[in-house]
C-alpha cells in the first residue's frame, strides 16, 4: 500500500463546484500509481461539462504528468492548453470533453 505522502498523484476538488459525469471513472483510472521517482510539480486542471474546472490533480515528475494525461485522453478528454503557448494559465494542461 502506498503512503499519502508518497503518492505522485494527488487529487483535489474544488468546493462548491459539480462533477463532472465522468469522474468515478477518471478515479478509477487514476487509482494505480505509475513508477518512478518523484520530481517537479505540474498541475492537472478537469472541467466539468459546464466548462467549469472542478478537479485538480498534481503529479510529481513526469512519469506521473504522462500516465495522468493519457489516462484523461483514454477517457476522450482533451488538453484545451495543448496549443497555447502564452504561459499566462496556472495550469500545465486543462482537459475537458471535446466542444
Known amino acids: 500500500m ?9 487529487s483535489e476538488y474544488l468546493e462548491g463546484i459539480d462533477r463532472a459525469a465522468f469522474d468515478n471513472d477518471l478515479t478509477r483510472a487514476l487509482q494505480s500509481q505509475p513508477s518512478g521517482y518523484p520530481g517537479s510539480a505540474m498541475t492537472v486542471a478537469v472541467e466539468n461539462e459546464r466548462g467549469i474546472i472542478y478537479r485538480v490533480i498534481t503529479t510529481s515528475g513526469i512519469s ?5 494525461s493519457a489516462a484523461l485522453a483514454r477517457l476522450g478528454l482533451e488538453d484545451r492548453l495543448a496549443n497555447d503557448f502564452s504561459g499566462k494559465s496556472p495550469y500545465s494542461c486543462v482537459f475537458a470533453k471535446p466542444r
Open 2 to 10: 502506498i503512503d499519502e505522502s508518497e503518492r505522485l498523484i494527488k
Open 64 to 68: 506521473a504528468y504522462q500516465f495522468t
